[in-house]
């Protein structure tokens, strides 16, 4: 058990490095490419990996950013150089936010799928704050952590199951109801393809399989309310126009949940005179 336990945790420290390096590197990439000042001169654009075709609207770079980035790294000049303290920021905020999971959860493996879960967060928060874009990738391993909670806990699992589509189901109906009053509201002044990103919905559906239902109303909900006062904030310290990245806010409301939030379920109904959920 405790050569499983140090392999384990070696897995951990390894994910760490890559995803705090391929988040800050991948930024930037997507940046990079997304301005297309480059793409659209380069020699090489027609045999482009990133810019190969999956479909009739779709290319790797669009699909699997995180694959690309990686595929890419060698051949690919648009791929800038990051300064190394970026890299060592991102892997300090793993490092801490993994402790804190051990402390206040004990080591057991939900912990340890938890720690996978919170660095997968971590990522694809660097990712969105600077590119309104989550990779699909970090949510197929938080959607693989998810499958294993399941069958870790089975004797719950229909409440895991009904956590796949419960939030994301209703970010959808969000969606389809506010983007066209959005759209009418902003007609000529932006262009706003939806409110709620596919990305955005993708990620509840995995951390719904992750925590459940209700722990992920509770993860929406308080990435909502965080997310909202921060917004507030910025508009008015900075006159902040920038685009509303949803997805690091309801990272920040998923990893409060992991940690403390049936605690937090609890002491609010015991607050309001209801029995705490079972």
Known sequence: ???FS???ELLLIVMVILCGVSSAGLSAYICRVEDGTYCNVCSNRKT???HKK???DSNWISEFMLITYWKMRRNCKEIINIPLWRYFVIILYDILAMLLLFWSKGSGLD?????IVSVMLIALSVVDWNTQYIPVEYTCIIFLCGLIHLFADFSNWLQYLIGLIAVSGFLCIVNWIATPIIRRKYEGVNEIDSVIGDGDVKLMAATGLLLGWKLNFVALGIGCVIGSIIQIVLVKVKGSDRQ???GPYLSLGVYITMICGEQLVSWYLNMIGISPMQ
């Open 1 to 3: 058990m405790d050569s």
């Open 6 to 8: 140090v392999i384990i």
């Open 48 to 50: 482009c990996f990133a």
């Open 54 to 56: 999956l479909g009739k």
């Open 111 to 115: 912990t340890i799928i938890y720690c």
């Open 244 to 246: 509303f990245a949803l």
